[in-house]
């Protein structure tokens, strides 16, 4: 597992915690997290990579590769930036340079994983498919999971990428029914193991305290140390 791909159902549901939960929990190994289209920030703000690397640790390298102001799609974002997309290859050259320098890289993607990234309707699944990358998919807890999770997993397998397991980005301390009932059911739509759960407002804990708790959330395939159930 020198390269994995981060990627999600949706935007907004966790990717960059769970992206971070994972580099805090290989704190003994050189880590890169790896954004390769940053979108809505202004030159100088802090993006995912420098966040997951704020929460995990001195260990983990960020890098982004581009950046466009607009809190868009990156393909949609770049054109209306008048800038370069990102395409795969650029992506899988970048994640394997790094790869000779860290043990483990973290690509973390924009949004769902079929996105575009380019006007030739390249996605983040073509990188991985070029890094010959496994993909962990990032899904939220809540009603109408289970289908977009099943969706996303389809996709995966349709293009012979690998789905190592699932990841609830954001669970709420408080989960409804479907949130309960969906930690049993994901792994049936996924059709992968659920390999992780973190709790909602984890982002917000200071970063010592993120890096002691990030293991009871993952799967020992992830570095952690949560136990099934």
Known sequence: MTVMVVSGTGTEIGKTVVTAAVAAAFRDRRVAVLKPAQTGLAPGE???A???ARL???HVTPVELARFPEPLAPET???RAGLPPVRPFEIAEAAQKLATEHDLVLVEGAGGLLVRFDGE????ADAAR???APVLLVVPAG????NATALTAEALLTRGL???GVVVGSMPADPDLASRCNVEDLPVAAGAPLLGVVPAGAGSLAPADFRVRAGSWLAPALGGNRRPG
């Open 46 to 48: 802090p993006g995912d």
């Open 50 to 52: 420098a966040e997951a």
């Open 56 to 58: 995990a640790g001195a």
């Open 77 to 79: 974002a770049a054109r």
């Open 121 to 124: 309707g390249s996605t983040l």
């Open 130 to 132: 070029l890094l010959a």
């Open 143 to 146: 009603l109408g999971t289970l």
């Open 162 to 164: 690998e789905c190592p």
